[in-house]
């Protein structure tokens, strides 16, 4: 069974605090995604990366940055939070063979106070 | 410019009735389309994809060049059907980095017994 594991479902911050966000998968996929879940918005990507230490700028990567070291984690951080970054965020890994068939975390509540 | 909408926020329908989840899109390629459903407490996952012309848990969507729109059909609607949908355009990002997935706001589906 495919997995993408996300560290928390529901976490609350200050303003101004700086945020971790991780996501493990455990298919050995080379593309990891993030994106920002809003009512009737969709889905937004923030970034996303094709390979280890690769990134790449999505739609929305403004207040908000990256790390991937190894193939398995890619990580998304506030680095100050603000209300406005209040969301669900999910994380998504893929093969670049396929990469529309995309499988996805459950999801991180994020709170911003 | 690459956009993906879907028109309804919310769809309610009687159990055994016809839905339809209406997607359009603009794309200046050729398109490649595909539905991912969210059931209640579960993960984001792929329902479909137009280029396979299957059809997955009784519903079908058929890509309409001429209209831009890649609509998600049932013939007759299940409880269990009801979930959140969101319609998704394969894309090229500018950059070169490959291929991304282009989601739509979403939309809810109540099927009501």
Redesign the interface.
Known sequence: DVKVTQSSRYLVKRTGEKVFLECVQDMDHENMFWYRQDPGLGLRLIYFSYDVKMKEKGDIPEGYSVSREKKERFSLILESASTNQTSMYLCASSSPRSVYEQYFGPGTRLTVT | AQR?T?PE?LLSVFKGAPVELKCNYSYSGSP?L?WYVQYSRQ????LL?HISRESIKGFTADLNKGETSFHLKKPFAQEEDSAMY?C?L?RY?N?N??????????TRLMVKP
Do not use: D, H, P
């Not at chain 2, 980095?97 to 979403?106: I, P, R, V």
């Open positions: 993906v879907q926020k490649e595909f993960r984001l996952q792929l994809r969101y998704a394969k990002m950059n980095a490959g291929n991304m997935l282009t989601f739509g706001g979403g």
